[in-house]
């Protein structure tokens, strides 16, 4: 009896130890969420709609960021998205950047068009080209419309 209990003590240490290693493994592999490995670039759109804080930022459906913060401009009146992106990712003043509908269910994500610009969008810099998507929902009222529109000539 006394030596299945201290089996069982050794192996509950082995399992915490272990569980112990893997999340300092993983904290130390990941460079998205850490202090200082990241780039915050904000842009204003007319619509954020379907967009959540925790999307991604894509570029060519690589992930290279998140939204982190959604706010609205005092100046413009706007909806500003801020986003962090990776540190690595230096990106043209000339990128575009867009509001992409993720399917069907209403997620959506950014998506960022590089440019060819030399100067790079610095830390806390912006985003001036602006695409205007327009959603699932839009396009579809103007499917519905432009078939009623042809049935009823």
Do not use: C, H
């Not at 009896?1 to 050794?10: A, N, Y």
């Not at 993983?26 to 842009?43: D, F, L, P, Y």
């Not at 401009?73 to 867009?98: C, E, S, Y």
């Amino acid at each position: 009896m006394v030596k299945q209990r201290w089996f069982e003590i050794l192996l509950g240490g082995a399992v915490f130890g272990i569980a112990i290693f893997f999340l300092v493994w993983a904290n130390a592999n990941t460079n998205g969420s850490k202090e200082g490995t990241v780039q915050r670039i904000v842009a204003d759109f007319t619509s954020i709609k379907g967009l959540r804080v925790g999307n991604d930022v894509r570029i060519g459906g690589v992930k290279i960021g998140s939204v982190e913060k959604l706010a609205i401009n005092p100046d413009t009146f706007q909806a500003q998205v801020t986003m962090a992106i990776r540190n690595d990712v230096l990106l043209p003043t000339d990128t575009a950047v867009a509001i992409i509908s993720d399917g069907l269910l209403g997620g959506a994500y950014m998506r960022v068009n590089p440019g060819s610009d030399a100067q790079k969008i610095a830390d806390g810099g912006k985003f001036t080209i602006i695409e205007q998507s327009a959603t699932l929902e839009e396009l579809l009222g103007k499917a519905v419309f432009i078939i009623s529109e042809t049935s009823s000539e």
